[in-house]
């Protein structure tokens, strides 16, 4: 009876692995299907692994289209998962209709783009696509403290670089004359005072609920104060929107929409010295700029309640604001409040330091922007805070180029091995295991070589190496440097295989990256910086090209006078 159960399911199970890889179903992985599906039954292994054997046999032997026509009688649902690619399809928008929504990137001008905000980029990017709709890129540069000239064009090349398009673009800071004019119409219709109390004191009155002394003046009043402020005096005034100072959310204590910042903007120069706060200046753009499902992380929830009151006292059109959690990475500082610190200290080397999470950075260490697309969309938009490995970010990276990335020898730290009757050979290896397109190179080598000094210092006297698709060594002598003899070309099985230069080789240097934090403080051996010997066939390598440096790892190459440098990408 058992038997029966063992060969149907075994028979289901191998039918649905075949129809997903091409005809030919895998031993192993349908018997591991098939032991899970029977633990219930209590049926030993034992009992299983023979009679999987023979039904994986037999299922290999029929063709895609037998498989395929008999899954379908035996299991449909199967089937339908069969082939299917990873869907990194995001959830439908809640009142979206085919051509008409509209999202929206802010950023504020202040640093160059990392990746959390590709994450909200990449979101707003491909849900206007998914609706057909309009996708606006955004300046929100109404702080002329932060706003700096540079960034408006290195962000824009940053969302390039993620092979985003933009169908409109402008500046918030191009729009103050209308926020001007709306503030103008809160404070009229009685919604809004101007208060000059001290920052302390209104801090005091927020905590404890109390309204002080210029919430109560006079509409008429208030509209020459506001006056005043935007000419030239009330150094300290702030715009406040009357919320409620007894309301449970302390967002709502009456929230500052505008403050005197007088200082110079890069775009606007001297012409403004009263700039909305994030408060008016979100809310207000997203309505009138005609967005309809704008996105903020999840730290804004509480303010929620503000973006929607001002937009009913204005009479302004209400968007379906979404949320979704700030992407947070283990020892990476994934915000620009604490990336700018570490560039100004000298911490790192810029925005394009291979250590920060910046786009710049992530580019040059060989991360590609589909893998992070990938990333971000497999990371999705729930509100569950999280902070995630970067090893995720390097698997969709390690699946995207392997198929691709030429393979080459790298002896990093190497130690010089003689070996003493080496036949000349010039040798054919393949650039990759089974690209075929990619080609070989060919090797010339005599007697000297250099090993990685790891696998060096392992090596014994009268231990058989193999120098990897070359030949097998045996270790005759151990000081600093190596002497073996030249054994034999057969492969010797579950012997060391070692990467190899010959002396005709191009010095190189891999920087490796490590967290920069541990434990939230500063790691002083972030980056490590490890010298090696590479084959002489990577001298025709140019910038930007990811190989793999076999036992080593990926990584992309960068031209500098002549010379090659590495970046590590990941393993
Ligand atoms: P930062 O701390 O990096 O300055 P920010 O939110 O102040 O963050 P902005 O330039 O104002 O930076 O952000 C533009 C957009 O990118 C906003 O919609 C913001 O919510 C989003 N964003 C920024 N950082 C992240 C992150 N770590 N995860 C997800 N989205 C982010
Ligand atoms: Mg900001």
Redo the contacts with the bound molecule.
């Keep these: 009876m058992s038997e029966d159960v063992i060969t149907s399911t075994a028979r289901i199970h191998a039918l649905q692995n075949a129809v997903q890889f091409n005809g030919k179903a895998n031993i192993k992985a349908v018997t591991g299907k098939v032991i899970a599906a029977l633990r219930k039954d209590n049926i030993p292994p034992q009992k299983i692994i023979p009679l999987v054997n023979k039904v994986v046999t037999q299922v290999n032997a029929l063709s895609l289209k037998q498989q395929t026509t008999e899954l379908k009688l035996l299991a449909p649902e199967l089937l339908q998962k069969g082939k299917k690619e990873r869907d990194f399809s995001l959830p439908d928008l809640p009142g979206a209709e085919q051509g008409k929504v509209v999202t929206r990137?802010?950023?504020?001008p202040?640093?160059c783009l990392?990746i959390?905000?590709a994450?909200?980029a990449i979101v707003d990017y491909e849900y206007a696509r998914m609706y057909d709709g309009t996708f606006i890129l955004r300046f929100?540069d109404t702080n002329p403290d932060n706003a700096v000239e540079e960034f408006y064009a290195a962000q824009k090349e940053d969302l390039r670089w993620l092979n985003i398009a933009w169908d409109k673009e402008y500046c918030t800071s191009d729009n103050l004359e209308k926020h001007y004019r709306l503030a103008e119409q809160l404070i009229k219709d009685g919604h809004a005072y101007v208060c000059t109390c001290e920052s302390d004191f209104i801090k005091e009155c927020r905590f404890h609920g109390k309204e002080c002394d210029c919430r109560s003046v006079d509409c008429g009043e208030s509209i020459d104060l506001w006056k005043e402020m935007l000419s030239s005096g009330l150094d300290g005034a702030i715009l406040r929107m009357k919320g409620d100072m007894i309301c449970n959310n302390t967002a709502m204590r009456d929230p500052t929409l505008f403050r005197i910042i007088d200082k110079e903007h890069p775009r606007q120069g001297t012409k403004y010295r009263v700039w909305p706060t994030y408060d008016f200046a979100g809310a207000v753009e997203d309505s009138i700029s005609g967005v309809t499902h704008p996105?903020?992380?999840k730290e804004y929830e509480l303010r929620d309640e503000c973006y929607f009151k001002l937009l009913e006292l204005l009479q302004l059109r209400k968007p379906h604001l979404m949320e979704f959690a700030?992407?947070?990475i283990e020892g990476m500082p994934?915000?620009?409040?604490k990336i700018k610190p570490l560039i100004d200290k000298g911490l790192v080397s810029g925005y394009d330091d291979i250590r920060l999470p910046t786009l710049q950075g992530l580019a040059k260490r060989g991360i590609t922007p589909e893998a992070i697309k990938q990333f971000v969309l497999s990371q999705g938009i729930s509100k569950v805070e999280s902070t995630v490995t970067f090893g995720l970010v390097e698997s969709f990276n390690r699946k995207l180029i392997d198929p691709s990335a030429k393979r080459f020898f790298f002896v990093p730290h190497p130690i010089e091995l003689t070996v003493s009757n080496a036949p000349q050979k010039k040798k054919t290896i393949r650039l990759h295991p089974t690209n075929d397109a990619l080609g070989s190179r060919a090797i010339q080598t005599d007697k000297t070589f250099f090993i990685p000094q790891t696998d060096a210092e392992k090596l014994q006297v009268g231990d058989i190496f193999r120098l990897k698709d070359l030949f097998n060594v045996k270790v005759t002598k151990k000081n600093k440097k190596i002497v073996g003899e030249y054994l034999d070309e057969e492969l010797i099985q579950n012997s060391a295989k070692l990467q190899w230069t010959t002396n005709q080789f191009l010095p190189m240097d891999v920087f490796i990256p490590h967290p920069l934090f541990k434990d939230d403080t500063y790691n002083a051996d972030s980056l490590e910086q490890v010298n090696g010997y590479a084959e002489q066939a990577t001298a025709s390598l140019n910038t930007g090209e990811l190989v793999q440096f076999e036992r080593f790892g990926f990584v992309r190459i960068e031209k500098k006078d002549h010379s090659l440098i590495g970046y590590f990408s990941h393993k």
């Design positions: 990137f802010p950023p504020e202040n640093g990392h959390g905000h994450k909200a929100d996105f903020r992380t700030r992407l947070s994934v915000s620009k409040r």
